[in-house]
């Protein structure tokens, strides 16, 4: 791997900031469900978050991780987040299931401000009704940020993944609050070799990044391009549709690959708005096809 630029600032930098501390107390646990699919409930912070792995029969692509509100809704279950939507609109969102069919093992992890929150006051539907409450607990503990500590938990399946035997080829994809957590997963594990941010907010001034969930009031070392640079030389593609991201901050990815090299960062910019319509969700699957085959 190339060596990373002297003048973005260190990996660890971004991990102190954000407080990316794992519970020492947390616990692992992994129970079959069925042949072809198995659960990691990793129990951190007090609250069990329980990652499923699925892969198909005949997987020969390696692993992509989903970070997610949670797993139902990307395998195109029935769930609090599809009950309201027809049935094209569950097939088109079930991410997961459209990776199994093109041969790749999935590993689908929750986010624990959901899992709380659904615990706590499931009839909530806004933000920052939902939200809120499970993320002050969460700051109360003086560790560290909403966002640190949803990295802190990805990184744990994923060494629990790893260590169970899951095929170390890492990809990651995520949509909105997805493609937040697997930006900054690709940036700050070196395990991942591949990602697709959908519409996260590149930029601390494009999206809801502070909202207690996230990063609150927390300072970074800098602004998002210099993180999204850290995942290079590793294949990358940014998605925006025109909501989060698109020509608006286009300059942020610029400035990535301007502060690494050409070849690493492919971007594609659509008008759909925030939810991925079949056509790109084509496009990004035939580009990891790509990518992960070099």
Not at 66 to 92: H, K
């Amino acid at each position: 791997m190339q060596p990373r630029p002297s003048e973005l600032p260190d990996p660890q930098a971004w991990r102190d900031a954000l407080g990316v501390r794992p519970d020492p107390g947390a616990s692992v646990v992994w129970q079959d469900i069925s042949a072809s699919e198995q659960t990691c409930a990793l129990t951190s912070y007090g609250t069990t978050i329980t990652a499923h792995w699925l892969r198909p029969d005949d997987a020969e692509k390696g692993t992509v991780i989903i970070p997610f509100y949670e797993v139902a809704s990307v395998l195109g279950r029935e769930s609090r987040r599809t009950r309201d939507r027809t049935t094209e609109q569950v097939a088109n969102r079930a991410w997961g299931s459209q990776l199994l069919a093109r041969g790749y093992a999935v590993l689908i992890v929750p986010w624990w401000c959901e899992v709380e929150a659904a615990l706590e006051n499931d009839a909530a539907e806004g933000l920052a009704e939902r939200y809120t409450a499970p993320a002050a607990r969460h700051l109360a503990r003086g560790v560290g940020t909403g966002l640190g500590r949803s990295l802190a938990e990805l990184h744990q399946v994923l060494d629990a993944a790893i260590e169970h035997g899951v095929d170390p080829r890492i990809s990651a994809f995520g949509h909105s609050l997805g493609g937040k957590l697997s930006m900054f997963l690709g940036a700050l594990d070196e395990r991942i070799g591949q990602v697709i941010t959908h519409e996260p907010g590149l930029g601390l001034a494009h999206s809801n990044w502070t909202d207690p969930w996230y990063l609150g009031d927390t300072a970074t070392p800098a602004d998002l391009d210099q993180l999204l640079a850290l995942v290079a030389p590793r294949p990358t593609l940014y998605v925006g549709g025109s909501d989060s991201d698109g020509l608006h901050n286009a300059d942020l990815a610029q400035a990535a690959i301007e502060a690494t090299q050409e070849g690493w960062l492919d971007t594609l910019v659509h008008n759909a708005g925030h939810t991925p319509p079949p056509h790109v969700l084509a496009a990004c699957w035939d580009w990891l096809d790509r990518s992960a085959a070099v």
